[in-house]
Structures are given as C-alpha cells and as structure tokens.
C-alpha cells in the first residue's frame, strides 16, 4: 500500500535560516508527489507538486523540493525562512484505491521559527 | 470568492446526536472529497465523489452518509454522534487527473 513517512514531527528554525522538511513515500510506480502547507485554524494550501520531469519543483512562496527516486524521498526546502512559515507541512502521495485517485498523507512536521 | 467552502466552521454537540456539514466547490472540479484531521493532525481520506457518484469509501462507520446533490456540492451527514468523531472535517476538489486538491477551510467537530 502506498504510504507517506515524515520522520520529523515538530522542527525549530530561526528566522533568515535555512530549512529542509524529510519526506519518504513508499509506491510501486512513478508517484506523484505534493507538498501542503496548513497555518493555523485553515485549510491546506498546495506549495507545489511533482508528476514527472525535471526532479528539482519550484513552489509558491519561496519553497522547493527535490524528487530523489533512488532515496523514495521528496525533501521540501527554503533557503532562508520568514516568521509567517511557520505552520504545519504536510507531504502527500497520489495513489490509487478501489479504482479511484486519492491523495495519502504523511503525518505531517510542525514548523516553528525563532525570532 | 472563496473556491471550496464548509458550513459550519465550528460544530459543537451532545453525543447521540445527528448532525450535517456542507461542502460546495465552484472550481468546476469533477471530483469532490472529505478527510478527516484527528486531534495528532493526521488526514484520513473518508469519501470521494466523482460527478455525483461515489468512489471511495475507506471503511467509514455506517453512520457518516456523503450525499451529492451535483458535481458542485458534497455534504456530509453523521447519526448518532460519539466522542470519538470530535475532528477537523475538510472538503476538497481536484480534476479527476490528481492535479492536487483544493481544500475548504475545515468543519471543526465537538462532541460532547
């Protein structure tokens, strides 16, 4: 079955540093791969997502990851976070169930910045 | 304009009670969904509804009944309420194709 592994669940940076959120999926085929992102009291917003070609994605807000085939992982960085990132980040797999698409999530890593 | 959006916002009730959440996407999205969010942040896919009709149903309790009236609209229905449902109920649309989901604000639900 496909899942979604986020070995981090709670990360401490300090503003203007830089960040890397771990993500390991497990899927027998090319997967497609999200990053999410929740602040506070809202619904998930997509940071960005990869389907196939180039392995390095650009996202919203500054925010990048990196598809590694070889590692299963899909690692989301920025390189110098702002207060307003922090939030919970979720990774997500494409898979498919009873026929039908459904996204299978990591258990997600609360991001925390130090002033 | 808000793009997916859930009534009510919060939900607090007596166990034993029945009570609906409401959905509706103007997306024009074809597939419609709810999650689950339990008090650790995990999300548990629930139901997916593809132009109305259903195609997902992850071994939820009989007692939570999606109904989709259209492709625009999902809701939510759930008898006989337990402690245990106290979660954040999220809608989401997405094409069919996976492009990623848009996800409404959330329903939180308290069950007292």
């Known amino acids: 079955a496909q899942s979604v592994t986020q070995p981090d669940i709670h990360i401490t940076v300090s503003e203007g540093a830089s960040l890397e959120l771990r993500c390991n999926y497990s899927y027998g085929a090319t997967p497609y791969l999200f990053w999410y992102v929740q602040s506070p009291g809202q619904g998930l917003q997509l940071l960005l997502k990869?389907?196939?070609?180039?392995?390095l994605v650009q996202g919203i807000k500054g925010f990048e990851a990196e598809f590694k085939r070889s590692q299963s992982s899909f690692n989301l960085r920025k390189p110098s976070v702002h207060w307003s990132d922090a939030a919970e980040y979720f990774c997500?797999?494409?898979?498919?169930?009873?026929?039908?698409?459904?996204?299978?999530f990591g258990q997600g890593t609360r991001l925390t910045i130090n002033p | 304009d808000t793009a997916v959006s859930q009534t009510p916002k919060y939900l607090v009730t007596q166990m034993g009670n029945d009570k609906s959440i409401k959905c509706e996407q103007n997306l024009g999205h074809d597939t419609m969904y709810w999650y689950k969010q339990d008090s650790k942040k995990f999300l548990k896919i629930m139901f997916s509804?593809?132009?109305?009709?259903?195609?997902i149903n992850e071994t939820v309790p009989n007692r939570f009944s999606p109904k989709s009236p259209d492709k625009a609209h999902l809701n939510l229905h759930i008898n006989s309420l337990e402690l245990g449902d106290s979660a954040v109920y999220f809608c989401?649309?997405?094409?069919?194709?996976?492009?990623?989901?848009?996800f409404g604000s959330g329903t939180r639900l308290t069950v007292v």
């Open positions: 990869y389907f196939s070609g180039d392995t």
């Open positions: 509804y593809n132009n109305k009709e259903l195609i």
């Open positions: 997500a797999v494409g898979a498919t169930g009873q026929g039908a698409q459904k996204l299978v």
């Open positions: 989401a649309s997405s094409h069919v194709s996976l492009d990623g989901y848009t």
